[in-house]
C-alpha cells in the first residue's frame, strides 16, 4: 500500500499522472483521451499548490494567506479533475465562489467577520461534486464557527474561557464517548442527539449510559472523519462540536477554504489593520490567526493528500 504522503511524490511524474487519471475515468467516455488531456495540468496543480505552500512557508507572515489560498486553490483543482474530466466547463468557475464585506467597520472584530457563499465559484462546484451540496445550506459563516471546528485550535479556545470541541475517542475506534452535559447544550434527548449523528456514522451497533457518559458502539470505526467529526492531524483523536451553536457538519476542508479566502482579503484589502494585527499583535485574534496558518499549511495537504490516496486505493480495487 502506496504511504499517504508520498503520493504527491508519486504524482509529480507526468506518467504517473496520466496513469491515475486513467484509473479514476473508468466509467468516462473517451477515458484514454481525457487522461493523456488532463494529465499535465493535474500534475501542474498538485505541484504548484505545493509550492505555494512552501513559498508560503518561507515568506514574512503578512503575505502568508494568500499564498497558503492560492495553495489550497490549486490542490482542490487537482482533486476536482479526478472526478469531473471537464472541469472547468465555465469561466464563471474560476471565480472563488465566496465573498466578504471589502470595507470593515470602525469597531470591526474579526472573530464576528463573516463570508458569504455566492451561487457560481469554485466553492459552491466543489461542495456539489465533491459532497454533494448543491446547493451548500449555509449563506455564510462567522469566523468564530469556523475556527472553533478546527481540532489544533481548541486549546487556544480555553485559554479564552470558551470550549469548542470535546474529545470523544479515536479515529478508527468502533466506541465513541460523549458526557452526557452535551445533551443540554444541544436541547436534545440522547435519542434526538443520537439520530442527529447517525447519518455521519458507520452503523451503530448500541448506545449504553454510564454515570456522566454515554457510549456509542459502531458495528466499524470511523476510517474518515469529516464535519461534525473532526480529526486531530497530531494526536488521531476525534473531536466534536461541544455545543449547539459551533455544530458545523461540513468537512475541515470547507472550513479551511473558508478562513483562508478570507484572510487573504484581509491580508490583501485591510492592509493597516493586516499590518498593524502582525506588527504589534495588539488584537486577541493575533494567536488564534497565527497558529490557524501553521495548522493549515501543514494539515490541508495532508486531507487533500488522504482524499487522493482514498481514490487511488479505490479505483485499484476495482
Same mark, same amino acid.
Given at each position: 500500500m502506496m504511504e499517504t504522503n508520498q503520493l504527491f511524490t508519486h504524482l509529480?511524474? !507526468?506518467?504517473? %499522472?496520466? *496513469?491515475?487519471?486513467?484509473?479514476?475515468?473508468?466509467?468516462? &467516455?473517451?477515458?484514454?483521451?481525457?487522461?493523456?488531456?488532463?494529465?499535465?495540468t493535474f500534475m501542474h496543480y498538485i505541484q504548484h499548490g505545493i509550492q505555494f505552500y512552501k513559498s508560503g512557508e518561507e515568506s514574512s507572515p503578512i503575505v502568508r494567506p494568500v499564498l497558503y489560498f492560492y495553495g489550497m486553490v490549486h490542490l482542490l483543482k487537482g482533486w476536482l479533475l479526478t472526478k469531473r474530466a471537464d472541469y472547468p466547463e465555465s469561466t464563471a468557475l474560476l471565480a472563488h465562489g465566496v465573498t466578504s464585506r471589502k470595507r470593515k467597520r470602525k469597531d470591526y472584530q474579526f472573530f464576528d467577520d463573516e463570508v458569504k457563499i455566492q451561487q457560481q465559484?469554485?466553492?459552491?462546484?466543489?461542495?456539489?461534486?465533491?459532497?454533494?451540496?448543491?446547493?451548500? +445550506?449555509?449563506?455564510? %459563516?462567522? /469566523? #468564530?464557527?469556523?475556527?472553533?471546528?478546527? +481540532?489544533e485550535l481548541h486549546v487556544l479556545w480555553n485559554y479564552q474561557q470558551r470550549k469548542t470541541l470535546i474529545d470523544i475517542g479515536e $479515529?478508527?475506534? @468502533? !466506541?465513541?464517548?460523549?458526557?452526557?452535559?452535551?445533551? @443540554?447544550?444541544?436541547?436534545?434527548?440522547?435519542? %434526538?442527539?443520537?439520530? #442527529? $449523528?447517525?447519518?455521519?456514522? +458507520?452503523?451503530?451497533? #448500541? =448506545?449504553?449510559?454510564?454515570?456522566?457518559?454515554?457510549?456509542? &458502539?459502531?458495528?466499524?470505526?470511523?476510517?474518515?472523519?469529516n464535519g461534525p467529526?473532526? =480529526?486531530? /492531524? @497530531?494526536?488521531? #483523536?476525534?473531536?466534536? +462540536?461541544? *455545543?449547539? @451553536?459551533?455544530?458545523?457538519?461540513? *468537512?475541515? $476542508?470547507? =472550513?479551511?477554504?473558508? $478562513?483562508?479566502?478570507?484572510? *487573504? /482579503?484581509?491580508?490583501?484589502?485591510?492592509?493597516?489593520?493586516?499590518?498593524e494585527l502582525m506588527v504589534s499583535k495588539a488584537d486577541s485574534a493575533y494567536p488564534m490567526i497565527d497558529h490557524f496558518l501553521e495548522i493549515t499549511r501543514r494539515k490541508i495537504p495532508y486531507l487533500i493528500e488522504k482524499e487522493l490516496h482514498s481514490i487511488y486505493s479505490a479505483c485499484n480495487e476495482k
Open positions: 509529480s511524474a !507526468q506518467e504517473n %499522472a496520466q *496513469s491515475f487519471l486513467h484509473k479514476c475515468y473508468q466509467n468516462i &467516455d473517451g477515458q484514454t483521451k481525457k487522461s493523456y488531456q488532463n494529465g499535465t465559484g469554485l466553492f459552491p462546484y466543489f461542495a456539489k461534486h465533491m459532497y454533494h451540496f448543491n446547493p451548500f +445550506p449555509l449563506e455564510k %459563516a462567522t /469566523m #468564530r464557527l469556523l475556527l472553533a471546528n478546527i +481540532p $479515529i478508527n475506534s @468502533d !466506541q465513541l464517548l460523549f458526557p452526557t452535559s452535551i445533551l @443540554d447544550r444541544f436541547h436534545l434527548t440522547r435519542n %434526538a442527539f443520537v439520530q #442527529r $449523528i447517525q447519518p455521519f456514522l +458507520p452503523p451503530i451497533k #448500541r =448506545v449504553s449510559e454510564q454515570t456522566t457518559l454515554f457510549r456509542i &458502539d459502531l458495528r466499524e470505526g470511523i476510517m474518515q472523519a467529526f473532526f =480529526v486531530h /492531524m @497530531d494526536n488521531q #483523536r476525534l473531536y466534536f +462540536p461541544a *455545543s449547539r @451553536d459551533i455544530y458545523f457538519p461540513y *468537512s475541515e $476542508i470547507i =472550513v479551511h477554504y473558508l $478562513i483562508l479566502y478570507n484572510l *487573504s /482579503m484581509l491580508c490583501r484589502y485591510e492592509t493597516e489593520w493586516w499590518g
